[in-house]
């Protein structure tokens, strides 16, 4: 016999699926599971309190979930810490794999919308953010949020069964296996290897802004080299001596010279970048840049 099921667990903005990934969610300390709901091919329907879950109903049956892989794991999380008597089902079916098989929006609401043309809301599950398992099962709309889901789910096997092939079926289930298990790696020497990487990626860091700052000394001193006329405002210890005197490079390796005017050019802003110099003897005296 067919049987839908699904379970609503806390969350909240910070711990959720979505945030931290389904394997560190089931093991976080918050972990529980506040509502489950089944509904079977028979007509019968029963939603609650994980603890007081009817596992006769579900020994040796197919369970069918929207997300069949979110509400396995919540529910073998929830066995282990004692939330939720054990059961064993035959089989477990992800109806929102059929749906995708079939090109079908994945989530229930859109599966839903395109089967049957009609329109679920998700106002309830956002208004579970943040409350405790208490306030959760106390309240009627999310108990008959839960329920609605699991009938929802049964809809969507129901419409979709007959064109899901087996090899479908199958892929479907190893790929959840897999996941399940995981792969066997060396900690330790994945977390020199991360180490070692971070070091890596610090130097690099490190030398590219060195590289950066040489390579941008080196260009300015070329452009000193060439002897280029460049517009340039001009900062001075007395700007009224020194007003309106103009500057100009020589062609002479970092030299520049000033055509008038007795005071000492205390610095030279070019395109942003500051260029400090000396100067020899006024007042038509070689400037040589000192770049920093």
């Not at 560190?24 to 509904?39: A, E, G, H, M, Q």
């Not at 006769?56 to 396995?72: K, M, P, V």
């Not at 792969?183 to 020497?189: S, T, V």
Request: proline content about 4%; charged content about 25%.
């Amino acid at each position: 016999m067919i049987i839908a099921f699904d379970l609503e667990t806390v969350w909240s903005k910070n711990y959720s699926v979505a945030k931290i990934g389904l394997d560190r969610y089931v093991k976080n300390p918050d972990f529980r599971v506040t509502l489950v709901s089944i509904v079977s091919e028979d007509g019968f329907e029963w939603v609650g309190e994980p603890q007081k879950l009817p596992v006769e109903r579900l020994n040796g049956h197919t369970l069918i979930s929207h997300n069949a892989e979110f509400d396995s794991v919540c529910a073998r999380a929830a066995i282990f810490r004692g939330q939720m008597p054990e059961f064993m089902p035959s089989d477990w079916i992800c109806t929102a794999d059929m749906a995708s098989y079939h090109q079908l929006p994945r989530s229930l609401a859109g599966a839903i919308k395109e089967l049957f043309n009609e329109e679920i809301s998700k106002d309830e599950r956002d208004a579970m953010a943040g409350l405790s398992a208490q306030e959760i099962q106390a309240n009627p709309a999310f108990i008959n949020y839960a329920l609605e889901d699991s009938r929802n789910c049964l809809r969507v096997y129901q419409e979709l069964d007959v064109g899901f092939p087996e090899k479908e079926r199958l892929l479907s289930s190893l790929t959840r296996r897999i996941a399940n298990r995981g792969l066997a790696i060396n900690g330790p020497l994945c977390q020199q290897f991360i180490d070692k990487v971070e070091k890596i990626l610090e130097d690099t860091d490190r030398k590219t802004t060195e590289w950066r700052q040489a390579n941008l000394a080196l260009q300015t001193y070329q452009k000193l080299i060439m002897g280029q006329r460049l517009a340039m405002r001009l900062y001075f210890h007395r700007p009224r001596k020194c007003k309106g005197r103009g500057l100009t490079f020589g062609r002479r390796t970092g030299s520049v010279s000033m055509s008038t005017g007795r005071s000492i050019c205390h610095r030279i802003v070019w395109n942003g970048l500051k260029i400090y110099y000396s100067s020899t003897t006024p007042p038509l005296g070689m400037w040589r840049a000192t770049i920093f």
